[in-house]
């Protein structure tokens, strides 16, 4: 069966290494903090946190310490504080070895579509072109279809572009796929989810 939100989750944590500084972004990407477990690595806010914990038990929340989604995190002992500008500083003088980020529709060459729909109301890019430009390695974690069945991962983005050429690696809930020359390449398939299946909710190349 394909993989909640949690279990994708999970899944990119598996993509991190010791040592490595990481950025989470907005939606299913916070919850990677979840499952980072032993390994040493340092999770950045670009709100100016350096060393984020995992969300907090019910009851535990302190209003002040929120990731840039708002939402409430935990500090650890290493956790170090700065203004923006610093925090973007690091994101754009390559210091951040990998952005785990949503996204509404990436193509084979994988440019990303993340940060707005034509006609909607929207806030801004935020940080999101910072980050794929600046950062080592993207990996992209969302749901391989939209509400309407219609697939995300296509030949070509057809809302406003984040990056061009930017995506490394896709986790979707069907599975794991590379951006690799010519396309995409199948990794890993979720329990009980088929290559086949795979490819039919796939409108990109899948070499």
């Known amino acids: ?27 299913i990407p916070t919850l990677v903090a979840n499952y980072v477990g032993d390994k040493d690595i340092t999770l950045q806010s670009e709100n100016g946190m350096l060393g984020m914990g995992p969300f907090p038990f019910e009851g535990e929340e302190d209003p002040d310490l929120i990731n840039a989604g ?3 995190i935990t500090e650890m002992d290493r956790t170090a504080y700065f203004d923006s500008s610093q925090s973007f500083g690091m994101i754009r003088g390559g210091k951040i070895a990998a952005a785990i980020l949503g996204a509404m529709e990436v193509a084979e060459n994988g440019d990303l579509a993340n940060w707005m729909i034509p006609g909607k109301l929207v806030k801004g890019m935020g940080g999101a072109m910072d980050l794929v430009a600046g950062v080592g390695r993207v990996i992209v974690v ?7 069945g219609a697939s995300k991962v296509l030949k070509d983005c057809t ?3 984040t ?45």
Not at 3 to 23: F, S, T
Not at 185 to 193: G, L, M
């Open 163 to 207: 990056g061009k050429g930017v995506v490394d690696l896709i986790i979707s809930n069907l599975g794991v796929l590379e951006v690799v020359k010519g396309g995409l390449r199948i990794v890993e398939t979720a329990p009980d989810v088929s290559e086949d299946d795979i490819r039919a909710a796939t409108e990109a190349t899948i070499v």
């Open 1 to 27: 069966m394909p993989w909640d939100r949690n279990q994708m989750a999970e899944r990119a944590a598996k993509e991190l290494e010791d040592g490595m500084y990481v950025n989470l972004g907005i939606g």
């Open 70 to 72: 708002k939402q409430t």
């Open 159 to 161: 809302l406003p572009l």
């Open 142 to 148: 969302m749901d391989h279809t939209n509400k309407h």
